[in-house]
């Protein structure tokens, strides 16, 4: 079944200079270097090296499978050249370095040291030869992963994403487990300890990574035995009431332990998480239930977080009231500029309304730091002794009890959501979403609906400003760039358009995962750009998308059947 | 009194007088059909009735009020509903939520009441969902409420878009080309449907239809558009008799030939 029309070696070859490619720009662009300074396996893996296996990797799996239908040779073949085609691509790189050293003066990091990280620290064109070498031999060994069957396949990139995932994350562990001791039942036996003996430096050690490796494939084996269940695919319909119950009772508990278990710098991560995943719900109102595009979602964080500062911060001598207080007064302000941006631009849709909206929000920040409004914003200086949430002598002051508010926050608002999404607001505005003439001619008032969705959307991100405030106990213009809003949107894109759940794992990953790797910070930008790029093209509809939602309400029709084709219309009779 | 009634409407796009002092009257329970070449102003007369055009001149009566600059979503309160020439759904929406958004004048839930989700409110989103599936069961559409719209074949799409507008429970509903790309079979029954939706739902029905088998076959008046005048008014039987429809569809000097001409499709006309 020869289905494509190119030859093998031509796919293969292809896809390996597109991974070359990728390869080389990585190296660079110095994500290559910055890399190798972190270690997988001590001694024997870094990051930089795993890195650019990767590209070879993957290229050669790509190739492989493309030429599946081909046979086991063609098979094998198309991987070892797509392997090759991505270590020459490598080999050219070392060989252009060391024959111009002057390329340097443009791209600044094809330095020493980045042939010395390719070349193994050997001579020049050993290092060449040796990555062309390199390369073969992974892309044959990716190419049998794919010959090997899907159940060697699992087992060995679950091993693999197992110690890189480790290796990756190790000092955090070391962080988190800590703490941590068993002494309390009277083992006398510490997770530093078992620590010492797992990691070294700041990666596993070799006998970390066997058993890990080990742990893994046992795992593996005792599910393909059956020993273990296979987690089964969850159903969200038809669930019992009181299964929910326990549902929901066990990840309550779980989300309330979460930070006295991994410690104040996890909660530091979750809790920007959660100031994110507030603003996500609220702008997935605007953009994901209602259509429409706002790029200055910013502007409404900034008058939550500046509104708290202005009512509670002793420094202005004004108001001086507490969080409480000035909370809702905080998140009202807010609603009010939402409607207050939603009546010029009722009569705009798509790149007009994306282009006013971004103008919104630069001009917020802007009136922040203007001297104008020094007085009470404070200019650039921004506002200092922002109040901290307090409920009687309990003070949300640091990051495990703000975790608490902003889970509260989060939960309280996703419930919201969820009720919106379900009413006929949340039908109006889906509908709008879906053709705006339409739902007006079917009795829709889009002035109201509109202004109710950017109301609801700039009422959240008030409370996020309004708790980002306290958090940080001062506000700055600065706090409030485009790129706020643009990352609050790429993770609703990410996380799937209209999609609760979505939000949460799109902050997560854009959110969360950054902060955790914050090392290779310089390259964030770089990688949200290849993410979202991949993921338009893969996987348009988002990580966790909104599902077509059965109708639990209803009652009669069972599970519609397809043989809807092209049957006579049933007319008569139908009525009854 | 009438239900509409039109008096010299005009609409004008730049130089082009696309409808010109039309005058019209629609008593109520009626089938009245507009037809007429393509751009003879049909659609822009509806749009103007639905308010999404304002008319330039003229005036448009619903039960004697003047619905002129009204915005839409007003006058589809006031009790009129449409369907597209192309097929407009909402088409990432299901079945029953395309109905259920059919529903949302009649409704009242805010953003308060779906927040905390009241027994009020709750009677009110089962009566809402009672009614819909009443509606696509009326439709044709029984069973099929999960679908996603744009998943439906083309016959039940128009159903649908039908029991959207149904929704609104609209005194006059107007149908763009309900028949457009039918067979002569499918086109047959939606001519029986569109009557039960007059004799059932006592519903006064404005259609405009390409399909003359099905135009003479079920309405009471016919006017006949042509470069957004209206050239001629009447019964069917009338208007297949007419000299000046003729030579509007077929050209000057076809009206020696008048029997059976303004016959498009293979088909006899129905009334003669």
Redesign the interface.
């Known amino acids: 079944m020869k289905s494509h029309s190119e030859p093998v070696w031509q796919t293969a070859v292809r896809l390996g200079l597109y991974g070359g490619s990728a390869a080389v720009l990585f190296s660079l662009v110095g994500m290559v270097q910055t890399f190798q300074e972190r270690t997988l396996i001590s001694g024997v893996l870094t990051l930089g090296q795993a890195f650019l296996s990767l590209a070879v990797g993957l290229s050669a799996f790509a190739a492989a499978r493309r030429v599946q239908a081909e046979g086991p040779q063609a098979v094998l073949l198309a991987g070892g050249l797509a392997g090759g085609a991505v270590g020459s691509a490598l080999a050219v790189l070392i060989l252009v370095i060391a024959a111009l050293p002057d390329i340097r003066t443009v791209f600044i990091n094809a330095s020493p040291a980045l042939t010395a990280i390719l070349t193994f620290g050997q001579p020049t064109v050993v290092g060449a030869v040796l990555w062309v070498g390199l390369g073969v031999g992974l892309g044959i060994i990716a190419a049998a992963l794919l010959l090997l069957g899907p159940a060697v396949r699992r087992t060995v990139l679950s091993a693999l994403g197992a110690v890189l995932l480790l290796g990756l994350l190790a000092d955090l562990l070391r962080l988190i487990t800590e703490g941590w001791n068993l002494s309390g039942i009277g083992v006398n036996f510490t997770f530093a300890g078992l620590f010492r003996w797992m990691f070294f430096g700041k990666g596993l050690s070799i006998a970390g990574t066997l058993v890990v490796v080990a742990v893994v494939i046992g795992l593996n084996v005792l599910q393909a035995r059956g020993v273990l269940a296979r987690p089964k695919p969850v159903r969200v319909v038809a669930r019992t009431r009181s299964q929910q119950i326990v549902r929901i009772g066990a990840f309550s508990v779980l989300l309330a332990l979460m930070p006295l278990v991994l410690g104040t710098y996890m909660a530091e991560v979750l809790d920007q998480v959660f100031i994110f995943v507030l603003m996500g719900l609220g702008l997935n109102i605007v953009v994901g239930f209602a259509g429409l595009l706002d790029l200055g979602y910013v502007g409404f964080f900034a008058i939550g977080a500046y509104g708290m500062g202005i009512l509670t911060s002793p420094e202005l001598h004004v108001f001086n009231l507490s969080w409480w207080e000035a909370m809702p007064i905080a998140v009202g302000l807010t609603i009010l500029a939402g409607v207050i941006l939603g009546i010029p631009v009722l009569k705009v849709r798509g790149d007009y309304l994306a282009i006013i909206t971004l103008g919104f929000g630069e001009i917020i920040r802007l009136l922040a730091l203007s001297d104008a409004l020094k007085g009470l914003t404070g200019g650039p200086q921004g506002i200092q002794l922002i109040a901290k949430p307090a409920i009687g002598g309990f003070v949300f002051n640091d990051q495990v009890r703000l975790y608490y508010l902003l889970l509260a926050g989060c939960v309280l608002v996703g419930f ?1 959501s969820v ?2 999404r ?7 505005w ?2 709008m979403r ?2 705006e ?10 002035v109201t609906t509109k202004l ?1 969705a950017f109301a ?1 959307g700039a009422a959240f991100a008030g409370l996020a400003g309004a708790i980002f405030a306290a958090k940080i106990g001062a506000v700055y213009p600065q706090s409030f760039g485009l790129l706020i809003s643009i990352n609050v949107l790429a993770l609703i894109i990410i996380g799937g358009m209209g999609s609760i759940p979505g939000v949460i794992v799109g902050a997560l990953v854009l959110v969360g995962l950054p902060e955790l790797l914050r090392e290779f910070a310089e390259f964030r930008l770089l990688v949200y750009g290849i993410v979202l790029v991949v993921m338009m093209l893969y996987r348009p509809e988002g990580l966790w998308p909104e599902a ?1 939602r ?2 639990e ?6 599970a ?1 059947s397809d043989e ?3 049957a ?5 009779g ?3 | 009194m009438p239900l509409l009634v039109a008096r010299q409407v005009g609409k004008r796009f730049g130089g082009l007088m696309a409808v010109r002092d039309l005058d019209l009257t629609i008593e109520p329970q009626t089938i009245y059909s507009v037809i007429g070449p393509n751009g003879a102003g049909k659609t822009t007369f509806f749009n103007c009735i ?3 055009y304002q008319p330039d001149t003229g005036d448009i009566l619903l039960d004697g009020q003047s619905i002129v600059a009204k ?3 007003q006058i ?2 006031l009790g009129i ?2 369907t ?1 020439q192309n097929i ?1 759904l ?5 079945a ?2 395309n109905v ?3 529903l ?2 009649h ?1 009242h ?3 308060i ?3 905390f ?1 009241t027994k009020k ?1 709750m009677a009110e ?2 009566a ?2 009672a009614e819909a ?1 009443r509606l696509l ?2 439709v ?1 559409l ?7 719209a744009k998943n ?2 083309y ?2 799409q128009r ?1 649908l878009e039908v029991g ?2 149904l929704a ?1 429970r609209p005194k006059l509903l107007l149908l763009d080309e309900p028949t457009a790309g039918m067979n002569p ?2 086109a047959e ?1 939606m001519k ?2 569109i009557r ?1 939706l007059r004799d ?1 739902l006592g519903i006064t029905i404005l259609l405009i239809e390409h399909h003359m088998r099905v135009v003479m076959g079920i309405s009471e008046r016919i006017t006949v558009l042509d470069y957004g005048e209206k050239i001629a008014e009447g019964t069917p039987r009338e208007i297949q008799t007419d000299p000046r429809v003729i030579e509007a569809y077929l050209g000057r000097g076809s009206a020696a030939q008048q029997h059976g001409l303004l016959d498009e499709s293979a088909s006899a006309p129905a009334a003669s």
């Open positions: 919201i009720r919106l379900d009413s006929r607001m949340g039908r109006a889906m509908a879906e053709d003439d339409v739902a007006q001619a079917i009795g829709i008032n889009l109710l609801a077509s059965q109708r309400l209803h009652s009669e029709e069972p519609p809807i084709g092209d006579p219309l049933p007319i008569k139908s009525a009854s | 639905t308010g999404f915005p839409p979503d589809t309160r509903a449409r597209y407009r909402f088409a990432n929406m299901t029953i939520e259920l958004v059919g949302h004048p409704l839930t805010g953003l009441g779906a927040i989700r409110v989103e089962a809402a969902l599936t069961q009326f044709g029984a069973g099929k409420g999960d679908f996603v439906l074949p016959g039940l159903r959207r507008a609104s079979r499918e029954d029986d449907f039960r059932e």
